[in-house]
T-cell receptor, first 113, second 114 residues
């Protein structure tokens, strides 16, 4: 079965610094991978997704993620953090089909002024 | 705007009472899901429905029931609420038949059982 592991339940960065949120997946075949963002008191919004096309995926709000099969990773990055990036971020994996999307436990990003 | 509508947005409920959380989508997605979100535990699947007329149990189904009479609606019922069901509940949908495997989420219902 597929799964994802998010390393670090909390990450703090200074405003303007690089954001790096880690996600490693476990899957017997190439998966589809997603990053979602949850702002306070809101639902989850799709940031970006990897669906076996380009390995470097660009999403909304300046975020991007790179699929690295050799490292089984799909880390989320942003060159320069903004205060508005403070939120919880979830990595998710699926092999397709319904009821088959598995979420990580989330990483809370704090941006320090 | 297409999406998922959840109601109510928040509720305080006495233990032992019955409560139905409503979820409606207007995207004609076949699959729908109910999750609960608790601090430190992430999202846990309660029940799901792959298509209208079918439902299935997720990771934490006890104390909850669902129905899927049509494509758009997927209500979640707590037959007799207990304090451990205090949580934030999210409804989601997907349309895997189109090859789009991501989920669309509602804004959530914050439920407090006292």
């Amino acid at each position: 079965a597929q799964s994802v592991t998010q390393l670090g339940s909390h990450v703090s960065v200074s405003e303007g610094a690089l954001v790096l949120l880690r996600c490693n997946y476990s899957s017997s075949v190439p998966p589809y991978l997603f990053w979602y963002v949850q702002y306070p008191n809101q639902g989850l919004q799709l940031l970006l997704k990897y669906t076996s096309a380009a390995t470097l995926v660009k999403g909304i709000n300046g975020f991007e993620a790179e699929f690295k099969k050799s490292e089984t990773s799909f880390h989320l990055t942003k060159p320069s953090a903004h205060m508005s990036d403070a939120a919880e971020y979830f990595c998710a994996v699926t092999l397709g089909g319904a009821n088959n999307l598995f979420f990580g436990t989330g990483t809370r990003l704090t941006v320090i002024p | 705007i297409a999406g998922i509508t959840q109601a109510p947005t928040s509720q305080i409920l006495a233990a032992g009472r019955r409560m139905t959380l409503r979820c409606t989508q207007d995207m004609r997605h076949n699959a729908m899901y109910w999750y609960r979100q608790d601090l430190g535990l992430g999202l846990r699947l309660i029940h799901y429905s792959n298509t209208a007329g079918t439902t299935g149990k997720g990771e934490v189904p006890d104390g909850y029931s669902v129905s899927r009479a049509n494509t758009d609606d997927f209500p979640l019922t707590l037959a007799s609420a207990v304090p451990s069901q205090t949580s934030v509940y999210f409804c989601a949908s997907s349309d895997p038949g189109t090859g789009n495997y991501g989920y669309t989420f509602g804004s959530g219902t914050r439920l407090t059982v006292v």
